[in-house]
């Protein structure tokens, strides 16, 4: 089982809906989960980060944890062209002593105009 | 958010020589720093672990010798391919945590090697 997964997509959703990005992780323990979203030749940046079971909310974007399932979401409203690209999930194990980053292989997202 | 500055962006080289990227956090200071290699629409590889003032931290599967890592600094980590080959070619990034616990990536380095 890899430690966090994605689903590889492509999720395709027409402009102005809702997009769901899923993120399942396999340590129990972890307590630090990140979205990074990367356009195509480009370097990841980072959209949210969230620590406690529940809803984060970002201007159009939420991040969503359940501890107990074990998976970390992001729901991007009113979702526009620009907003495709891959979203990748990152999850900070409690075993990394030096905080070492473990991403899911990314979803990627197509918004369609 | 922190700012992690990369250069060069794009770098190409003949077979055989060595390729140096820079990697600086302008505005906090990073013990750690991490090395990424991506191949186009694959996910991003974790090569090595940075550690300022000491030794880096390679993953299994990547050659010490061929990527060296050096992080004299609490500001700058330097990725050197040494005598690159074709199939080195590709997307390398660096990433630094920042005071709270958040990577930053820098713009990436484009590497391709003739």
């Known amino acids: 089982q890899k430690e966090v997964e994605q689903n590889s997509g492509p999720l395709s959703v027409p402009e102005g809906a809702i997009a769901s990005l899923n993120c399942t992780y396999s340590?129990?323990?972890?307590?630090?989960f990140f979205w990074y979203r990367q356009y195509s030749g480009k370097s990841p940046e980072l959209i949210m980060s969230?620590?406690?079971?529940g809803d984060k909310e970002d201007g159009r974007f939420t991040a969503q944890l359940n501890k107990a399932s074990q998976y970390v979401s992001l729901l991007i409203r009113d979702s526009q062209p620009s907003d495709s690209a891959t979203y990748l999930c990152?999850?900070?194990?409690?075993?990394?002593?030096?905080?070492?980053?473990?991403f899911g292989t990314g979803t990627r997202l197509k918004v369609l105009a | 958010g922190a700012v992690v500055s990369q250069h060069p962006s794009w770098v190409i080289c003949k077979s055989g020589t060595s390729v140096k990227i820079e990697c600086r956090s302008l505005?906090?200071?990073?013990?750690?720093m991490f090395w990424y290699r991506q191949f186009p629409k694959q996910s991003l590889m974790l090569m090595a672990t940075?550690?300022?003032?000491?030794?880096?931290?390679?993953e299994q599967g990547v050659e010490k010798d061929k990527f060296l890592i050096n992080h004299a600094s609490l500001t700058l980590s330097t990725l050197t391919v040494t005598s690159a080959h074709p199939e080195d070619s590709s997307f390398y990034i660096c990433?630094?945590?920042?005071?709270?616990?958040?990577?930053?990536f820098g713009s990436g380095t484009q590497l391709s090697v003739l």
């Open positions: 990433s630094a945590r920042d005071p709270g616990k958040k990577l930053f």
């Open positions: 340590d129990r323990g972890s307590q630090s």
């Open positions: 969230i620590y406690s079971n």
């Open positions: 990152a999850v900070i194990p409690p075993t990394s002593g030096t905080y070492k980053y473990i």
């Open positions: 505005d906090f200071q990073a013990t750690t």
């Open positions: 940075s550690n300022e003032g000491s030794k880096a931290t390679y």
